[in-house]
């Protein structure tokens, strides 16, 4: 009898089945894998990776809000009859080597990457049957972006692999007719949105759905809860994939499986929900510029304290690279991925699987981010400092018993400390030779009994 219970609630659990409505949908358990991995790469690529020049809304910004700098760009460089189009067969991609890529990406310790399949100019990254002749296989590279990139992250390393989708595009006529109909009609949706993302999982298979495009029109226009308990119910990723809340302008942190919010979104606060700081390393632009200046770029410093802080937060951080037209990462970008991974081989257990401590930030030594792990023996509370301290580092946060143990991760020994009568601790920081210093930022570990 006991069996045949185990049995029915296993069965139960297995075929659980997702309505298309914000209720339903909302009470999926998210993957654990999401949550654990906290760090992906995301890739901006595109036809305007060509001009280079402002941002990736490169054509709205030139021949949308016609804003002067773009169109006094266009004017020194290109013929007067040059269309937005034109630009598309000088997307070459001739430097594309999606394993070099995925070396990089394996490198930076960065656990998922999402890739721009689409972008608001309506340019589809893969041979979309639903973008005819403005592609990547009819025009430009002519090869499949989306595939061979997919095809590498998963042969040569072990990243989960996702794709980005913008649902609207700027200047398509479908959609700026249903626009006109106060997006009363849904000809658009019905005809270029939906199709362009059912033909997305169906082909690649990703872990992630990453929306976005959303903003000028409810969820109801766009179908978003048909296609995500298609996707959580049928597809063939039901049971690993991740949306965020990018699904009508009436979404954003408030449904989804993980909040993006805004770009660049940090609560400051406990939001009580898993969210995901999605940024740049560009501090300007999500796609390439080939205008940047080495102080556009963010240092490996200013990129940790992103990271701890968002952590820290219970966020994970999603980092954007705009690779070039001609398919390259550029060598800062490359440094930075690699700079971060030798971080992560030292201080990645105070990342990964990492958990929301009682406080999040120390009140008595600044820039110094809190996290837990308790899939140990005992749990694990670690400190994330970027400024090396002088002999002695105060936390205010940590009250320590006789079972106290501290160290510093790449350390072999343990540290001394004393307790503070007010609470807290004093860490006794030792002389270490530089040749023996595990990294120029580092994370302490304090282990509770």
């Known amino acids: 009898m006991l069996t045949s219970i185990i049995v029915a609630v296993l069965l139960g659990t297995a075929l659980a089945r997702y309505d298309p409505n914000w209720n339903s949908l909302d009470s ?21 990776s060509v001009p280079a020049f402002g941002s990736e809304w490169f054509w709205w910004n030139w021949q949308g809000s016609k804003t002067p700098a773009y169109t006094y760009y266009m004017q020194q460089n290109y013929r007067p009859d040059f269309t937005y189009a034109d630009f598309g067969p000088m997307f070459h991609a001739e430097f594309y080597k999606p394993d070099d890529w995925a070396d990089i990406f394996q490198a930076s ?10 972008h608001h100019e309506g340019f589809t990254n893969w041979p979309s049957k639903y973008s005819f002749n403005w592609n990547a296989m009819d025009v430009g590279p002519k090869r499949d972006l989306v595939g061979d990139l997919a095809n590498s992250i998963r042969s040569k390393t072990n990243l989960k692999f996702g794709v ?23 000809d658009f949706v019905r005809t270029k949105t939906m199709p362009e993302l059912y033909e997305l999982v169906n082909m690649y298979k990703p872990d992630i759905v990453w929306s976005d495009g959303e903003w000028m029109a409810p969820d109801t226009y766009w179908n978003s809860t048909e296609f995500i308990a298609w996707l959580y119910n049928d597809s063939p990723v039901k049971d690993t994939v991740v949306v965020n809340d990018r699904w009508g302008n009436n979404t954003r942190c408030a449904h989804g ?24 390393l560009d501090k300007y632009s999500w796609g390439f510029r080939a205008n940047a200046k080495l102080q556009d770029i963010l240092t490996i410093e200013e990129l940790l ?30 440094e930075r991925f690699r700079q971060l991974g030798a971080w992560l081989k030292v201080n990645g257990e105070a990342i990964y699987k990492s958990g929301i401590w009682t406080y999040q930030s120390d009140n008595a030594t600044a820039h110094v981010w809190y996290t837990i792990r308790r899939d140990g023996p ?30 510093l991760l790449g350390y072999p020994n343990p540290l001394t400390f004393t307790s503070l009568s007010g609470g807290g601790v004093n860490i006794t920081i030792p002389v270490i030779p530089a040749n023996e210093m595990p990294f120029n930022v580092v994370s302490y570990r304090t282990l509770h009994a």
């Not at 919010?261 to 406990?270: A, S």
């Open 378 to 407: 005992l749990p694990v509370v670690y400190a994330i400092l970027l400024n090396w301290p002088r002999n002695f580092l105060v936390l205010s946060r940590p009250n320590a018993d006789s079972g106290t143990k501290i160290s």
């Open 305 to 334: 304290s992103e990271l701890a802080n968002t952590v820290s937060l219970g966020g994970n951080l999603l980092i954007n690279v705009g690779p070039t037209s001609f398919g390259q990462i550029l060598p800062v970008y490359e």
């Open 164 to 186: 980005y989708h913008s649902m609207f595009e700027w200047f398509h006529p479908l959609f700026l007719q249903d626009q006109a109909n106060n997006f009363q009609t849904q």
């Open 257 to 280: 499986g993980f909040w993006d919010c805004d770009d660049r979104f940090t609560p400051g606060k406990l939001i009580g929900h898993k969210w995901e700081n999605c940024m740049t």
């Open 28 to 48: 999926r358990p998210l993957p654990s894998w999401y949550d654990d991995g906290k760090i992906g790469i995301f890739i901006h690529w595109g036809v305007f």
């Open 109 to 118: 310790g960065a656990n998922y990457v999402v890739l721009v399949s689409k």
